[in-house]
């Protein structure tokens, strides 16, 4: 008699073709000081790293080097290239910019004054954190202007890169928007990630699979 056939439990392996990506959060940056205004890049506030978010760019440096990646994006954004900035020195990689990950854009709350309003518990923050919602602030980002523009530079990224690994570079609100996207979930429901935490997505050619969250395992010795 045959015996049975076996099946094991095996790590999971994306189809041919597909593209695994890294999604950096910068380091922690600068503070905001009331009354004193961020400079401004294309009406978008560009503090650099605080020395605490210098400390997290090389722990995160050190950990990603370990891994080889096929190409690195940064946005136009300093804080996300000055984060990538220990990896690029280990690895002699060259990042490529790639804006469309920057930051949500919040309009009139830009410059530093977001962390005021929402420190001081501002009705508009509040009703922005309960509707899920970025423009209820004025003058900021059309919700769906910005899950477009963060759907396409994904997409744009993972066709440079068939069944390769990437790394990319970019900030809290893009990063949350990208995997809920990838699971359907709630806008706001992948928000809260920290400083140089490490997000990973598989794209394959009919999806976008979430495999890793909010991994700040670098930072914890």
């Given at each position: ?5 076996r ?24 503070d ?5 205004d ?18 997290q ?5 050190a ?22 900035a220990?990896l ?44 899920e ?54 806008p ?34």
């Amino acid at each position: 008699m045959p015996s049975p056939r076996r099946f094991s439990q095996t790590p999971f392996q994306g189809p041919p073709g597909s593209t695994e990506l890294y999604l950096v959060r910068h380091g922690a940056s600068a503070d905001a000081v009331e009354g004193e205004d961020f400079e401004l890049l294309e009406g978008q506030g560009d503090p650099p790293l605080s020395d605490i978010g210098r400390a997290q760019a090389e722990r995160v440096g050190a950990r990603l080097a370990q891994h080889d990646f096929a190409a690195v994006y940064v946005t136009n954004l300093r804080r996300t290239s000055e984060t990538a900035a220990p990896l690029i020195r280990l690895t002699g990689l060259t990042p490529v910019v790639e804006a469309d990950l920057r930051e949500v854009s919040l309009g009139e709350w830009e410059g530093g004054l977001f962390r005021q309003k929402v420190a001081d518990v501002d009705p508009v923050a509040v009703r922005m954190m309960a509707e899920e919602r970025w423009d209820v602030v004025p003058g900021a980002e059309a919700t769906a202007a910005f899950q477009q523009r963060i759907h396409d530079a994904i997409e744009r990224i993972a066709a440079a890169h068939p069944g390769s690994r990437v790394l990319a570079f970019s900030h809290g609100a893009a990063i949350g928007e990208a995997l809920a996207h990838a699971t359907g979930s709630r806008p706001f429901a992948f928000l809260m990630s920290d400083n140089t935490a490490i997000a990973r997505l598989v794209r394959t050619q009919e999806k976008w699979i979430l495999r890793g969250f909010n991994d700040t395992a670098h930072l914890e010795s």
